[in-house]
């Protein structure tokens, strides 16, 4: 079996090169952006042509969530038309799709986990852009698995994980908000998911919600990372409930996982213990 993964060089992409390396009867092809950029729609017409793979796992997205605000035609260039090449490919090769989404289609209105059924409505341009994407997927192929995560975080990339361990070992004090809830998920597990997917060759199609169990803020984070690391006494950590950025932030985007749990055999880790297992790993 043939399995593309674009954007390979993100964060999830290299939890899924990780992941995949005892996986030798499958055969990977990890691209990038410079050896496949998905918004060239000739170039990527002929890589399938080519190849012609099974799967395909787009991890392929522009996150920059704030950066989004000023470019928006970018945003919507990568999460949303490119997408929609992607799609229209593999309806046409008979590829399944795997695609990569986020808790940032809702408004974080709700104070309760928020279903697949749930209305979406982005409060922000990466939100928006994401959703459009979505929209292009369900309208164009029906062999695709939308799996919409949040707040990712692995030792890959820049995120959130990598920013508090950096700054721990520079800083004395840190401010950190409190005012969203959401739920801290580890790539590694969302790739293990993917790659169960992969594996039983499922055809259980569909919109799914994975991240990791429980809920957060973005202060409860950063203080179990201190506190594991044995750095509450040295850093100052000072809980914020506003900490102002350009682009609105859903207050409440906890994902309800109930549907994956009873659609495959999968366990879900709670955030709290996947976030300590890595950080044993990766010291």
């Known amino acids: 079996m043939k399995i593309l993964v674009t ?3 993100g964060q999830l992409g290299q939890c899924l090169q990780k992941q995949a390396k005892s996986l030798t009867v499958f055969d990977f092809k990890f691209e990038t952006l410079k050896s496949l950029d998905l918004t060239q729609e000739e170039t990527l017409t002929l890589y399938f042509e080519k190849h012609q793979p ?9 996150t920059n969530v704030e950066g989004a605000e000023d470019n928006e035609k970018s945003a ?3 999460n949303a038309e490119a997408v929609h090449n992607l799609a229209k490919l593999c309806e046409k090769f008979k590829t399944k799709l795997i695609h990569i989404s986020t808790d940032y289609v809702f408004n974080g209105l709700k104070n309760r986990p928020y279903h697949e059924s749930d209305n979406e409505n982005p409060i922000n341009v990466y ?4 959703f459009q994407g979505e929209t292009y997927i369900t309208s164009t192929m029906n062999s695709y698995f939308m799996l919409r995560t949040s707040w990712l975080y692995s030792e890959f990339g820049h995120n959130f994980f990598n920013t508090i361990l950096k700054k721990a070992a520079s800083q004395h004090s840190l ?3 409190t005012e969203q809830i959401g739920t801290p998920t580890n790539g590694n597990d969302l790739a293990k998911f993917i790659l169960h997917l992969i594996q039983t060759d499922s055809t259980d199609y569909g919109l799914y919600h994975y991240s990791n169990k429980g809920e957060a803020t973005w202060y409860d984070f950063a203080r179990l990372i201190l506190e594991e690391k044995n750095l509450t006494q040295e850093i100052s950590l000072q809980a914020t409930f506003s900490y102002p950025t350009k682009a609105k932030r859903p207050k409440f985007s906890v994902l309800d996982k109930s549907k994956a749990l009873s659609t495959f055999a999968i366990g879900i880790p709670h955030w709290r213990e996947s976030l300590v297992n890595l ?3 990766v010291n």
């Open 175 to 177: 401010n950190i908000t």
């Open 127 to 130: 939100g928006a852009s994401k």
């Open 7 to 9: 954007g390979s060089n």
């Open 54 to 62: 099974d799967f395909c796992v787009n991890c392929a997205a522009y």
């Open 279 to 281: 950080l044993k790993e």
């Open 76 to 78: 919507f260039q990568v």
